[in-house]
C-alpha cells in the first residue's frame, strides 16, 4: 500500500510500529485480566490512554482526562465522573508525565489504593467514587 511505502521510507517507523503492536496488546491484556479478576462489578469505569483494558476487564473504557493537572486533581475528577479505576502504564506516563508519581508503588497517594501491579503498569482504585471505590 502507499501508506506502508511512505512508512517504510522514515527509518525505524515500521520496526518501531511492528514492536508496539506486538507488545503493547500483550501487557494490556494482562492487566485487563488481572482488573476483571479483581472486580466483579462489570459496571464500572476505568480510565486509561486506550480502551484495551477496560475491554479485557468487562469494565467501561473513559478516556484519561486533560484536565486534572495533579494526583488530588485526578483523584476529584474521578470521584466525580464514578470513576472507579485508573490505569497508569508507560503509555500514560508518555502523555501525562505530571502524574509520573503513580508509577512509584511505594508512593502513598491520598485517595487512590494500588491493587495491581506488573512491570507494565500500575491499576488504582479510587477510594470515595460513588461506585463503591472505599477500601473494604
Known sequence: SVLAAAAAQ???????TA???RVSPVFLKDLGIAL???EPDKTQAVIARKPHTAFYAGLRPLMFPDKPRTIDELVSYCR???????????????????????ARADAVHPGL?????SEYGF????EGSGAGGRAP
Not at 80 to 102: K, N, T
Open 80 to 102: 466525580e465522573h464514578r470513576i472507579r479505576y485508573v490505569l497508569y502504564s508507560g503509555i500514560e506516563a508518555r502523555y501525562r508525565p505530571q502524574f509520573a508519581e503513580l
Open 113 to 117: 489504593i494500588l491493587m495491581h501491579r
Open 123 to 126: 491499576i488504582y482504585r479510587v
Open 10 to 16: 522514515v527509518p525505524g517507523t515500521v520496526r518501531k
Open 19 to 21: 514492536a508496539e503492536i
Open 36 to 38: 476483571g479478576e479483581i
